[in-house]
Structure formats: structure tokens, C-alpha cells
């Protein structure tokens, strides 16, 4: 008999846990918006961005002070060891960088856009006529966690990545994962702000945060039959342990 019941328990538990097709398959709900469906992005540059910042001209002596390599020195020799690395700067808690010769400069806050026309300001005509400005952020990641295949934090070499790019990353949801309910946190000005992303819906193709930002965190929710398989697993491992030890004391009292 009470082999019997654990048998009807645990099926009971199986077929609570089924999910259909339509908690699972993407973009299956609401027409497509071309008319705000786009391939643009935005970078906003923010403090901890690791900047490299590359200025280059017909000029190349007059470009040197400003793209100084990074080098490391032996403390016996003082030679250089290694191979010079381009120089970085890191964006500071106060939006700041200090760059050569033009010192401090308020960077967070701004797109790129905005820092290349101020660059090209600040060193145009002064010290470089006609500057070519390249700008990359060095440490760009986004970070994929909850009930995904492989959550992780995952370097973006090339800064435009999509929500659908980062699930990508992490091996695609799991089964279990909740594709209506994707939560994307992401700082702006200087506050913790959370978006929700329905991936079941054509809508996320025109999200704001479709796009993702350096440092977002993607964070995908369990849904009701994955958080009822592992409480009921709990419960039944218990159960079948106090069942045993019921038939073993019985066994032994009735010898």
C-alpha cells in the first residue's frame, strides 16, 4: 500500500511539472512595430568603464602625448618588460578621467557622440588638427544569471549586444525558465533601475533594453512547476525516509 501511494505521489508531482508549447516558444504573441523596430544603440559611458581612447592624425608626432603606452619596469634594470600596451583610463566615481595634457575630463554621463565631439574640441586646433578619435570600452560585460544552461558574466568585445545575444551566451533558457518575465537591471544615474522583458512577445524587439549596457544583469525567473519539482523533491525524499523507517519498525515489532 504504501508503495502504492509514493507511486500515485510522484505522478501526481510529474504531471503538475508539464509545460506546454506556449510557455516556452519565443515571439509568439503581438505584430512586429517596424516603425520602432532598430539597429542602433547607444553607449552611455559610466563610472568603472575602462576607456581606451586612441587619437590619431596626419600629424603623428603631434598625436604621441596623447596615446602614451602602458609599461611595466623591472625594479633591477628599470628596463621596460614586455610588450607596451595601449594605455587605459578608468572612469571614476565623479564621471572623470585624467587624460594627457587636457587633464580632467567629465566623461560619465555622456554617449559617445558627446565624448568625441568633446575630445575632438578640446584637441582641435590647438594641439592636433583634424583628430581621428577611436574610443573603446574595455571591460564591457553583461552578466546572464537564474535558470539559464551556463550563467556567467561575459565579456562584449565589440559593445552592441542584444538581450538575445546575452541568453545566447548563457546556452539558451531552460526549459523551466520563465520566458515572460525576464528581468534586466541596469544602472541609470546612479540608481538600480529593473526592466521587464516578455520574450513569449513580439514587443521585445522594440524594448529599451532590446539593447543591452555595459554591466546590465540579465536575470531569469524559475517558473511555478521548476519551484514546485524542488520543494516537492524535498518533500518526497522526506517522505519515502519517514516511509522506510515506518516498515522497519513495523517489520521488527511484528517478528
Known sequence: MMRVSTTIFLLII????????KDIAYFQFDEIEQSKVSNSFKTIFKPDD????TISSDD???????????????TTTN???GTPQQQSYLIDSDGEIDFP??????????????????LKNKLSPDYVKNPTINIRIANFKVTVYGDVKKPGTFTIPNERVSILDAI???????????????????EENNK???????LLSNKTLTSPVFYLQQNDVVYVEHNK????????NTNTSLFISVTGLIITIVSILTR
Open 14 to 21: 510529474a504531471l503538475s511539472s508539464c509545460v506546454s508549447n
Open 50 to 53: 575602462l576607456l581606451q581612447i
Open 60 to 74: 603623428i608626432e603631434a598625436t604621441k602625448p596623447f596615446n602614451l603606452p602602458a609599461v611595466a619596469y623591472t
Open 79 to 81: 628596463s621596460v618588460v
Open 101 to 118: 595634457i587636457l587633464g580632467k575630463l567629465k566623461l560619465g554621463g555622456l554617449s559617445r557622440e558627446d565624448v568625441l565631439k568633446l
Open 168 to 186: 545566447g551566451l548563457a546556452g539558451d533558457l531552460n526549459i523551466s525558465g520563465r520566458r515572460d518575465n525576464v528581468m534586466v537591471i541596469r
Open 192 to 198: 538600480k533601475v529593473k526592466y521587464q522583458v516578455n
Open 225 to 232: 512547476a521548476r519551484i514546485q519539482s524542488a520543494s516537492s
